[in-house]
């Protein structure tokens, strides 16, 4: 069993910058695709970003690409999502989620674990 949190959103202003945090409990930590969603009030979720086990890859939905860096930090079973030049339409629920075998990234269908989710508002 892997627990997830995420931490780190709250209120900015357009333009701003936000770095999530999503902290992993249970072994084998570095097995794990890591991905980032958010669902947004009456919109389906939708992927963000993910990240293989080795870090060897990223890859980004093309609504943030140039703007949200993810990482992470096997050492610390964390991984991050460094969100810059924020968008009102950024704003969501955002959670991470890992997957030992993931597919098609964007897909939460390819997810095995999931964190409750962090609060991200973007004012105008």
């Keep these: ?70 990482s992470r930090d096997n050492a610390k079973n964390t991984v991050y999502l460094q969100m810059n030049s924020l968008k009102p339409e950024d704003t969501a629920v955002y959670y991470c989620a890992i997957g030992l075998r993931v597919g098609d990234p964007m897909s939460d269908l390819e997810y095995d674990y999931w964190g409750r989710g962090t609060q991200v508002t973007v004012s105008s």
């Design 1 to 70: 069993q892997v627990q997830l949190v995420e931490s780190g959103g709250g209120l900015v202003q357009a333009g701003g910058s936000l770095r999530l945090s999503c902290a992993a409990s249970g072994r084998s930590f570095g097995s794990y695709g890591l991905g980032w969603f958010r669902q947004a009030p009456g919109k389906e979720r939708e992927g963000v970003s993910f990240v293989t086990r080795g870090a060897g890859s990223t890859s980004y939905a093309d609504s943030v690409k140039g703007r949200f860096t993810i």
